[in-house]
């Protein structure tokens, strides 16, 4: 089997490329907001959340890849090292997913034009909005963005402690040889 794929040792490439351009993507995507919400109105913030959108499209396309590479691959990869870490990395894919498609869905609802990179990816219309589309984005956005921003500080925390405290060095399976 190619370095591609992977397998039940570790991660092949295109996991990890997706592992990790996710990881700086979402990165920058908690920048913006919290120079959105810790420095209002500084330039970071204005050129920051200025990209928040695009950034968002972005992670949006990735996962569904992401969701179907993993998919493809859920026969040949390593097993988790325990149920919890299991079901913190579905939690994960759950809300890689839901944010971002709540946030579009509100987009599209509130009538407004929407571009990113350059191109008009809804054109906007004017009776109206529908709010169906807006209520879910407007309870949900952000409370389930900042529950992301803390299972990923968790996440990395509990990548360290295996490598570190013996057990199974599952940092090896997304970086190592
Ligand atoms: C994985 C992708 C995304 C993450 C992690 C994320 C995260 C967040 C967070 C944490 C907030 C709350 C900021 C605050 O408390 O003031 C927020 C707000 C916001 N986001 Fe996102 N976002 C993502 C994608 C998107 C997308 C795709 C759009 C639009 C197309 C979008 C539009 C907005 C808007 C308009 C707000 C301000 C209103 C609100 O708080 O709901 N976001 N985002
Ligand atoms: C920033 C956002 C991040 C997200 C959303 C994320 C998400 C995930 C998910 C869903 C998996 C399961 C495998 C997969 O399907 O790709 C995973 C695996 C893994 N991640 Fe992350 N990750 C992030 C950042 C990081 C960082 C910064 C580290 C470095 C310390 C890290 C270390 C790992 C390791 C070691 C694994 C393999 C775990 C195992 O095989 O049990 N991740 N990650």
Request: proline content about 3%; some cysteine; aromatic content about 10%.
């Amino acid at each position: 089997m190619s370095n591609l794929h992977d397998c039940a040792q570790r991660y092949g490439t295109v996991t990890r490329l997706l592992h990790w351009s996710m990881a700086v993507l979402l990165g920058w995507q908690f920048v913006t907001v919290l120079a959105h919400v810790l420095l209002p109105d500084s330039a970071l913030d204005s050129f920051a959340w200025s990209t928040h959108k695009a950034t968002g499209l972005l992670l949006m396309i990735l996962v569904v890849i992401r969701l179907g590479w993993a998919f493809y691959s859920r026969n040949r990869r390593p097993t988790a090292v325990s149920s919890l870490a299991r079901l913190g990395h579905l939690t994960l894919y759950g809300l890689l997913f839901v944010i971002p498609f709540i946030a579009l869905l509100r987009q599209y609802g509130s009538g407004r034009e929407f571009v990113a990179f350059g191109m008009t990816l809804m054109p906007g219309f004017s009776d109206g909005k529908i709010e169906w589309m807006i209520a879910p984005a407007s309870l949900l956005h952000g409370n389930l963005g900042w529950l992301l921003l803390a299972l990923i500080i968790g996440h990395v925390a509990m990548a360290f402690i295996h490598r570190h405290q013996g057990g199974e060095d599952v940092l090896a399976r997304m970086i190592g040889k």
